[in-house]
Structure formats: C-alpha cells, structure tokens
C-alpha cells in the first residue's frame, strides 16, 4: 500500500493557467491570453500558430494544450480555443494564497476559541 505525500500547503505549487504574456497598461499589469480562431486559416497556417506558440511559451508553462471556452460579447456568444498549461505561481500569485491560507487559519482559530469559551461556560472550567 502506497502512503500519500503530505502536501504542505505553504510551498510553492505548480498551477494550470491560461497560456499568454503580461503587459502594461494604464500603469497596470494586464495578462493576455493566446486564443485562436480557426475560421479562414489553413491547415498549414494553423500548424504553424500551434507551432509558434509552442515554442513562444515552452520555457514558462509545461503540458500546453487546447482548452475550449464561449466568449459572450455584443455579437453574441462564440466559441474560442484558449491555450492552457501549467506553471509555476508567481510571486504575487504565492503571496496572495498564503495570505488566504494564514486569513483562513486565524478565522478558524477565533471560531474554535469563541467555541471553546462557550462550552467552558456551559460545563465549566
């Protein structure tokens, strides 16, 4: 029988994201996604996107693959193909779960702490 590793929750995690690149914007970090529309392209120029994504993105994301998505926009909805991979969590990305993590722990403690001090009252202590 196989025991399971213990996760431990404050490492960094390798996480699946939408394959793209960050720019700037108005003084903000915007990410944009890769997506392709296959309408009007041909076989070959289709081959060679997939390509040239591939080898855009191979050095910051692993097992890259097609994800179908519907995109609602005035038009109506439409289908779009997203290119999905996994990754390491940035920086911000890391700080923010651990401070979800830490937030989520101290909640918990003052529950079971208000808990406990009701059942002190209740049974004594």
């Given at each position: 029988m196989r025991v399971a590793k213990k996760v431990d929750e404050m490492e960094r995690k390798e996480i699946t994201a939408a394959v793209g690149y960050e720019t700037e914007s108005f003084r903000r970090t915007v990410f944009i996604e890769e997506e392709m529309r296959w309408d009007g392209y041909t076989l070959d120029e289709i081959v060679a996107e997939v390509e040239r994504i591939r080898a855009e993105y191979s050095d910051?994301?692993?097992?890259?693959?097609?994800?179908?998505?519907?995109?609602?926009?005035?038009?109506?909805?439409?289908?779009?193909?997203?290119?999905i991979g996994n990754r390491m969590e940035t920086d911000a990305e890391y700080a923010a779960r651990v401070n979800t993590i830490n937030q989520r722990k101290a909640e918990q403690e003052a529950r079971d702490r208000a808990e406990f001090e009701r059942l002190k009252a209740k049974f004594g202590g």
């Open positions: 910051r994301f692993s097992n890259i693959r097609l994800d179908k998505d519907y995109v609602r926009d005035y038009d109506g909805e439409r289908t779009v193909w997203k290119f």
